[in-house]
């Protein structure tokens, strides 16, 4: 069974850090682009950052110098580096795995929730 975890929510003040983590199941971790996406109260679910299974990384506009995705392949662990928190950060984040090899699939975490509040 494949299972996404993240840990490292909470409550944070603006201008603050938190370090987001998403413990995959190894049968999917290596053949996987991983990503993290968000979803605010009222509002569609949007990427925040991608990374591939080379080490390539894609993030929003809007997290763009303050967030770092990162991958440790012998870990089965992705990271989120979230600096620099706007309250606009506060939403659910959400692991996810896209797996490249055949057949396609995608997997979703729980979420955890981020909240920027002073």
């Known amino acids: 069974q494949v299972q996404l975890v993240e840990s490292g929510g909470g409550l944070v003040q603006p201008g603050g850090s938190l370090r987001l983590s998403c413990a995959a199941s190894a049968t999917i971790f290596s053949i996987s682009t991983m990503g993290w996406y968000r979803q605010a109260p009222g509002k569609q679910r949007e990427l925040v950052a991608t990374?591939?299974?080379?080490?390539?990384?894609n993030y929003a506009d809007s997290v763009k110098g303050r967030f770092t995705i990162s991958r440790d392949n012998a870990n089965n662990t992705e990271y989120l580096q979230m600096n620099s928190l706007k309250p606009e950060d506060t939403a659910v984040y959400y692991c996810?795995?896209?797996?490249?090899?055949?057949?396609?699939?995608?997997?979703w975490g729980q979420g955890t929730q981020v909240t920027v509040s002073s």
């Open positions: 990374i591939t299974t080379g080490g390539s990384t």
């Open positions: 996810n795995a896209r797996k490249v090899t055949f057949p396609p699939r995608t997997y």
